[in-house]
């Protein structure tokens, strides 16, 4: 599986100049499997703006393309209405919020209201893709992509301490296992369910919108420390650790100082920058 990140920036998008590196654009992750180029993507911040150019341009055809929502606060569905492939008539899309089912009433009401026309020009209907929404309730499923020799594909999610909530995913394909966790507030300790969830992953995305300092000032806002994803990292035997959600205030140098203090302390790791690819 390839993972490259189309946003990493926490709560808002930054364009300023010193904001460059790591990127200002909110949270979206593809990931791609190598045999069949077929895509499928976690939240849609901004980021996803991209990722959709990005996809048509390359003209891969894909029956159905997967955005499976981490939860739905601003800075994760705020690029959305500009997802291009979304565009495309008859191109279908599911949107998956897996262990979402008792907490919500409806998903597609979540994405009408967001395009209803007091705020955005276009409503969903007029997209042109085939929407399916799948509010699940179980936190575990097997999916078999509709390929001729399909790998299963098994996704799972934990719900994180979060305001309004949040689910972790942890995807495993063919022995390989990629845990995302964003949008998580441990507490006074490491949340253990965290640790279990991301146990032996080959890669991990934490959270890590604050130092310890700042995390001090901003309890109740609902993320974790750099600190707080490496003892995550560590004790769940990661093998590559990659921090995300960078806080609005924290500038390319910050953040290349903090990557160089982070790596001390756990060599696999490093700052997540918009666009970087990596295998796993
Ligand atoms: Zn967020
Ligand atoms: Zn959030």
């Not at 026309?117 to 085939?130: I, N, R, S, T």
């Not at 995302?180 to 080959?202: L, M």
């Amino acid at each position: 599986m390839l993972v490259k990140f189309y946003g990493t920036r926490g709560s808002i998008p930054v364009c300023s100049p010193g904001f460059q590196e790591f990127g200002g654009n909110t949270t979206c992750i593809q990931i791609r499997v190598k045999e069949t180029n077929n895509i499928a993507v976690l939240d849609a911040g901004t980021g996803i703006r991209e990722l959709g150019k990005d996809f048509l341009k390359s003209g891969h055809k894909q029956d159905e393309i997967f955005i499976a929502f981490t939860h739905f606060h601003w800075d994760h569905i705020q690029g959305f209405p500009f997802f291009a492939p979304a565009l495309v008539k008859n191109q279908k899309i599911n949107i998956l919020a897996l262990g979402w089912g008792y907490k919500l009433n409806s998903l597609e009401d979540i994405f009408r209201t967001q395009m209803r026309k007091e705020y955005f020009p276009v409503q969903l209907e007029k997209m042109g893709a085939d929407f399916n929404f799948m509010l699940l309730k179980e936190t575990k499923k097997v999916f078999e992509p509709r390929v001729k020799k399909p790998t299963p594909v098994l996704v799972k999610t934990n719900k994180h301490n979060h305001p309004g909530g949040a689910y972790g995913y942890r995807i495993e394909r063919k022995g390989k296992v990629i845990v995302f966790c964003t949008d998580i507030e441990h507490g006074i300790s490491i949340d253990e369910n965290v640790v279990k969830f991301a146990e032996n992953a080959d890669l991990l995305i934490h959270d890590a919108q604050y130092t310890d300092e700042e995390l001090k000032k901003k309890s109740g806002w609902g993320h974790s420390s750099f600190n707080q994803a490496i003892e995550v990292a560590e004790r769940a035997n990661v093998k590559l650790l990659a921090l995300t959600h960078h806080d609005p205030d924290h500038d390319d140098e910050f953040l290349k100082k903090m990557e160089v203090k982070c790596q001390k302390r756990f060599s696999n790791c490093f700052v997540a920058r918009e666009k970087t690819e990596i295998e796993i």
